[in-house]
């Protein structure tokens, strides 16, 4: 495991600073993200929003590890990201981050169960049984858990897709439009889920997300425009996201 450097009481989940992101070079180049200063307090829940090729996804991106950036610094819960080896970057995200997907990425041949306790063991860690009892009855899943993905719903996937990323209990968790692929009534499931994972849990969540309604679940609304974060609202409400998102589309 992949141990914080710093002392992790400082009520920061993640933090980018002064992050820079270039794809390509010369006339192709593209600055997906200039010089981004960013914090996530633990137990809140933040929804990254932004018109299209703002950089939301090249953020959540860098982020969570999945990419690495031009310059800056990403540091979770006190570890640097950009001083860790490829060997400890996997560590840390298979051992102190939790994923959501738009695709739900479930293992097709693996049951529901199995998919739920993957990255534990393939950490070769035993689940909590009591945790995973929690989750799995708080998501509603208990008699689906012997179903392989195709025998479930969009939204039952998704479903599952959030205990996995719930079970390890991670330091945080990453959405990438995780509303993007259901109807709304299984999305507002799935927004319900992670906003009382929060709540109930002292989860730390952050997603990417289109949808005014989506973000107004969360605490706080972080606004990108043209690779910089141009703005931010509190405890949001649909209207409110849905009138700054139009007078960025304008500019
Ligand atoms: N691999 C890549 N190579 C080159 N350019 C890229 C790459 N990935 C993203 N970009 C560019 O970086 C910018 C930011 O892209 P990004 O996907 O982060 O935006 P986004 O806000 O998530 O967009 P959307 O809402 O459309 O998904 C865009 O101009 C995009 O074309």
């Not at 849990?201 to 949808?211: A, K, L, M």
Request: charged letters at 25%; one cysteine or more; hydrophobic letters at 40%.
């Amino acid at each position: 495991m992949v141990e914080s450097t710093t002392p992790a009481n400082d009520g920061i989940a993640a933090r980018a600073a002064n992050l820079s992101k270039i794809y390509g070079t010369g006339n192709t180049q593209v600055r997906a993200l200039d010089e981004v200063d960013v914090e996530f307090r633990r137990a809140e829940f933040t929804a990254i929003m932004g018109p299209s090729g703002s950089g939301k996804s090249t953020l959540m991106h860098c982020l969570a590890g999945l990419d690495s950036a031009s310059s800056g610094s990403v540091d979770i819960g006190g570890t640097e990201l950009t001083a860790l080896s490829d060997k400890q970057m996997t560590q840390l995200r298979r051992d102190r981050i939790g994923f959501v997907f738009q695709a739900f990425n479930l293992v097709p041949t693996l049951t529901a169960l199995e998919n739920i306790t993957l990255p534990l063991d393939i950490a070769g860690r035993a689940p909590n049984e009591e945790w995973l009892n929690t989750v799995v009855d708080r998501l509603g899943l208990e008699d689906r858990l012997d179903h392989r993905p195709s025998e479930l719903s969009g939204g039952q996937q998704q479903r599952v897709a959030c205990a996995r990323a719930l079970v390890g209990q991670p330091e945080i968790v990453f959405g990438d439009e995780p509303t993007g692929n259901l109807d709304s009534r299984s999305g507002n499931e799935v927004l319900n889920i992670l906003r009382a994972a929060v709540d109930e849990f002292g989860q730390t969540v952050v997603i990417v997300t289109h949808d005014p309604k989506a973000a107004s679940f969360a605490d706080r609304v972080v606004f990108l425009s043209d690779g910089k974060i141009v703005d931010e609202l509190r405890n949001p409400d649909a209207d409110s996201i849905m009138d700054k998102m139009k007078t960025l589309e304008k500019i």
